[in-house]
């Protein structure tokens, strides 16, 4: 199942359509504008067109992410309930859409250390289900990060504290980007893949996994630093893409790209390109 973030500009439904045009199973939205912490309401009659065009397309597992301003594990009381108050609103906008999963970066600790951080994101987090208790459709999906700065969930450990010790197990997943966790350290090419699929299910567990993000990587292994490049033209490679793809446990798992957007010489969409590699190795 493969899919692609896609811009909402002109209307949320475009991006339904964009992914239509490229033969993709399903799409991966921003439902507002991520850059700002204001929002206005979502209009009925965006609801009704979002609604009526993932109906048409036949996409089940559509995918939101949350804005980057959000800090869950921030030190700062202010941020974090600023924080707080912006991931309500995105659960909700999930919900009233229809979309089931909400990929979304644990966030930073800001130099109170990892252990303290997973405690408050955690904190934090539950104090927003509970808020959201009627949106029991969306899934959070927290997502694997390459370790930037003071960035948690870099380690599949940070990741699976943070499901096990959150009130609200069953309403959280995981979302793997590949780039973000070759950034980290873990090495998953070709005949590596076997020990690194069994450290996987050891810590988060597998079926933990609701989406996954299909990019290269621009920088080395373990570099930490988070730089997307197209499929098999980065230091991943095809042979570390292969393995996710021939997984038949993930075979229904949403895969999205998050590839630079644009053409290539010959003009042809690089996410055309990218999806036509994928279906190449999978």
């Given at each position: 199942?493969?899919?692609?973030h896609?811009?909402?500009?002109?209307?949320m439904?475009?991006?339904?359509?964009?992914?239509?045009?490229?033969?993709?199973d399903?799409?991966?939205?921003?439902?507002?504008?991520?850059?700002?912490?204001?929002?206005?309401?979502?209009?009925?009659?965006?609801?009704?067109t979002?609604?009526?065009?993932?109906?048409?397309?036949?996409?089940?597992?559509?995918?939101?992410?949350?804005?980057?301003?959000?800090?869950?594990a921030?030190p700062?009381?202010?941020?974090?309930?600023?924080?707080?108050?912006?991931?309500?609103?995105?659960?909700?906008?999930?919900?009233?859409?229809?979309?089931?999963y909400?990929?979304?970066?644990?966030?930073?600790?800001?130099?109170?250390?990892e252990?303290?951080?997973?405690k408050?994101?955690v904190k934090?987090l539950?104090?927003v289900?509970?808020?959201?208790?009627?949106?029991?459709?969306?899934?959070?999906c927290?997502?694997?990060?390459?370790?930037?700065?003071?960035?948690?969930?870099?380690?599949?450990?940070?990741?699976?504290?943070?499901?096990?010790?959150?009130?609200?197990?069953?309403?959280?997943?995981?979302?793997?980007d590949?780039?973000?966790?070759?950034a980290?350290?873990?090495?998953?090419?070709?005949?590596?893949?076997?020990?690194?699929?069994?450290?996987?299910?050891?810590?988060?567990?597998?079926?933990?996994?609701?989406?996954?993000h299909?990019?290269?990587?621009k920088k080395?292994?373990?570099?930490?630093?988070?730089?997307?490049?197209?499929?098999?033209?980065?230091?991943?490679?095809?042979?570390?893409?292969?393995?996710?793809?021939?997984?038949?446990?993930?075979k229904?798992?949403?895969?999205?790209?998050?590839?630079?957007?644009?053409?290539?010489?010959?003009?042809?969409?690089?996410?055309?390109?990218?999806?036509?590699?994928?279906?190449?190795l999978?």
């Amino acid at each position: 199942m493969f899919g692609s973030h896609l811009s909402i500009a002109g209307g949320m439904h475009h991006a339904v359509e964009a992914a239509e045009a490229l033969g993709l199973d399903t799409v991966q939205v921003f439902t507002k504008n991520q850059q700002q912490w204001k929002c206005k309401p979502l209009e009925a009659k965006a609801v009704s067109t979002w609604r009526a065009a993932i109906e048409r397309a036949g996409f089940t597992k559509t995918v939101s992410h949350d804005s980057y301003l959000i800090n869950l594990a921030s030190p700062d009381a202010a941020l974090r309930k600023k924080s707080a108050d912006l991931f309500v609103e995105e659960i909700r906008r999930c919900d009233t859409l229809g979309i089931p999963y909400l990929v979304s970066h644990p966030g930073a600790h800001m130099g109170a250390g990892e252990s303290a951080g997973i405690k408050r994101f955690v904190k934090t987090l539950d104090a927003v289900l509970n808020r959201t208790k009627k949106c029991v459709g969306v899934t959070v999906c927290l997502e694997a990060t390459a370790g930037q700065g003071s960035s948690l969930g870099h380690r599949l450990e940070h990741l699976a504290e943070m499901l096990t010790t959150s009130k609200f197990p069953e309403r959280l997943g995981v979302c793997l980007d590949t780039a973000h966790l070759f950034a980290a350290g873990y090495d998953f090419r070709g005949k590596k893949f076997p020990t690194f699929w069994k450290h996987l299910g050891e810590t988060i567990g597998h079926d933990a996994i609701k989406v996954m993000h299909l990019n290269d990587s621009k920088k080395a292994l373990g570099s930490r630093v988070d730089r997307h490049e197209h499929i098999g033209l980065g230091e991943i490679g095809d042979d570390g893409f292969t393995p996710w793809l021939k997984k038949r446990a993930l075979k229904k798992v949403p895969k999205i790209l998050e590839t630079a957007k644009g053409e290539t010489d010959d003009r042809e969409s690089w996410d055309a390109v990218n999806l036509r590699r994928l279906k190449s190795l999978a």
